[in-house]
Each structure stands twice: as C-alpha cells, then as structure tokens.
C-alpha cells in the first residue's frame, strides 16, 4: 500500500492546496495526517497562507482518502466543522505486513512493539530514525517534518511510504531524502 504522510498544516490553504494536488500525482492511497490542520497554535508564527475556513473545505473534499489523528492544536470545535474523524490521539494501520502507529507527538510514545513504525508530527523536523521504546524493544520513527511551517532550515515537506521505500518530498513533490525500511 502507498501511503502518503503530512503533518502540521497550521491552516495553510495554499500549503494544503499544494499538498492535496501531490497527493492526486503520488497515486497514494491514503493521506494520512498527524495532526495540527487548522491552527498556527501560541508558539508559531501565521503561516503565509493561513486560511483555515479554505483548508476546511479543501480536507473536507479529501476525506474519504484522510486518515487523521488530533494534534496539541486540534480541539473539539475543529471536529464540528470537519467531515472526517480527527480527534484520536493515535491510529493503528497495518500494511505489507508492518504496523504503523500515527501519532501527532505531543503525548508520550504509544505501546510499541520490536519492529512497529511510529509516524509522528509536532517537532517540524524530518526524521528517519531508529528508537528504542521504554520496554527496550525497537521501533522506526518517522516524522515528514511540515507542510506549513518547517523548521531547523527544513523544507515544506511530506513523506511518501511505498512499500519497504521511504522518501522525503519537498512540497513541490522533489524527493530530497530517500530510505529503506529494513
């Protein structure tokens, strides 16, 4: 299965516009999002495109390929005006015989398992790396980093998961970073 992975929209319509369109082009088919899709939250500046009412409409045409989970900057009127389930913490799928977790990242680590991936949001940062959780086991932690507000100098960014291949897209679909899951 050919999964796309976003995070931290922030309200960014023409971000989320751009995002939904690489979506269309990957032949993915799910776009899962880890969560902060309205909001810009304290501690961020206003994207440039910050429109939350468009990303509204935008997520909300999209919803059948959506799978979300809620971020620290998710809240309850949020799920009132979206048409898809957005307000659990995590999310369990399972495909080619591997279980992801998807969380914002935010919380602490969900209950993982030798070889589980956990795709988390919330830093703004890319990340592929391996991690070990509190019961010693290890796990592949992946992050694509944000599609509206980067940080630590790095791009607009999603990540396409195709099977064991892992690669980081600039938001105009550039693959800058490419991985294998072993």
Do not use: W
């Not at 995070?7 to 999002?33: N, P, Y």
């Not at 971020?71 to 799928?93: I, R, Y």
């Not at 932690?141 to 599609?147: A, E, K, L, R």
């Amino acid at each position: 299965m050919k999964l796309m992975i976003a995070s931290d929209l922030h309200g960014d319509a023409d971000c989320t516009a751009t995002l939904l369109e690489q979506f269309k082009i990957s032949g993915a088919e799910r776009l899962v999002l880890l969560g902060d899709l309205l909001y810009h939250g304290p501690r961020n500046d206003l994207p440039a495109g910050y429109a939350p009412k468009q990303v509204i409409a935008l997520l909300n045409k999209a919803r059948d390929a959506l799978i979300c989970v809620r971020g620290n900057c998710d809240t309850e009127v949020d799920q009132m005006v979206l048409t898809f389930p957005m307000l659990s913490d995590t999310a369990c799928l399972f495909a080619d015989g591997r279980t992801y977790i998807a969380a914002h990242g935010h919380h602490d680590v969900p209950p993982m398992r030798a070889g589980d991936i956990l795709l988390g949001g919330h830093t703004h940062v890319p990340v592929f790396e391996m991690r070990t959780a509190d019961n010693g086991t290890a796990y592949l932690h992946i992050n694509p980093g944000s599609v509206s507000l980067p940080k630590e100098s790095s791009p607009h960014s999603y990540v396409i998961i195709d099977g064991d291949r892992v690669t980081f897209h600039t938001l105009e679909g550039k693959v800058y970073r490419a991985e294998t899951i072993k």
